[in-house]
């Protein structure tokens, strides 16, 4: 019965221009490039060949679910709505152009736990101080380019989710995977 059906959460997951740029979301982007004859034509094979859209699959192996993705150039107003709290840090302008500076990969994920898990997944915000094995700790390096945001909590969630998502881009559905097994 619904009784017994976990509070479903979600949370604001969003790639940053770095990890976009560095080809962690696309999986063997020569391949995918290879793939499509209008990208050949106006695109180099970046010689980048990274795992299995690394940092999507960590999420989805976990066993999240994708309710919510696209990808955007926010402007710089935008991102400084986004990180608001943060206007009295020194680092708060360089932050704001830098994630207005190129494509964001923004995702809303869903799943009991994702906001504590998610930040889990992604790691410490310096990923000198991130643990191995998660995003941050395997991927990045400084601070000021650490691929990848979450939300802090339930609030955040809340917020960030709203201002990045119009309701209708959010999908809602039941995950059959049994019905896709023959
Ligand atoms: P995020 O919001 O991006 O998930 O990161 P966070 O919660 O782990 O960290 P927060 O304190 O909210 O900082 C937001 C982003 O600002 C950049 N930052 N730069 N000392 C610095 O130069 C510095 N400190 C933070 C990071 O990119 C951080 O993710």
């Known amino acids: 019965s619904s009784l017994f059906l ?3 959460e979600r949370t604001f997951i969003a790639i940053k221009p770095d990890g976009v740029q560095r080809g962690l979301v696309i999986d ?3 391949k995918f490039i290879a793939s499509c004859s209008l990208l050949r034509k106006i695109l180099k094979p970046s010689g980048y060949n990274n795992q299995i859209s690394e940092i999507i699959s960590r999420f989805e192996r976990k066993g999240f679910k994708l309710v919510g993705i696209k990808i955007m150039v926010p ?3 935008f991102t ?3 990180y ?3 206007k009295e840090k020194p680092f708060f302008n360089g932050l704001c152009n830098f994630l207005s500076s190129g494509p964001v990969v923004a995702m809303v994920w ?3 736990g994702v906001i504590r898990y998610g930040r889990k997944l992604i790691g410490a915000t ?3 101080k991130s643990e191995p094995g998660t995003i941050r700790g395997d991927l990045a390096v400084v601070v000021g380019r650490n691929i990848i945001h979450g939300s802090d909590g339930p609030e955040s969630a809340k917020d960030e989710i709203s201002m990045w998502f119009k309701p209708e881009e ?3 559905y039941t995950n059959n995977a049994d019905k896709w097994i023959y």
């Open 28 to 30: 063997r982007p020569n």
């Open 75 to 77: 402007s710089k107003g």
């Open 80 to 82: 400084q709505k986004h």
């Open 110 to 112: 869903e799943g009991e």
């Open 84 to 86: 608001h709290d943060l």
């Open 170 to 172: 959010l999908v809602s």
């Open 6 to 8: 976990p509070q479903m």
């Open 126 to 128: 310096d990923p000198q």
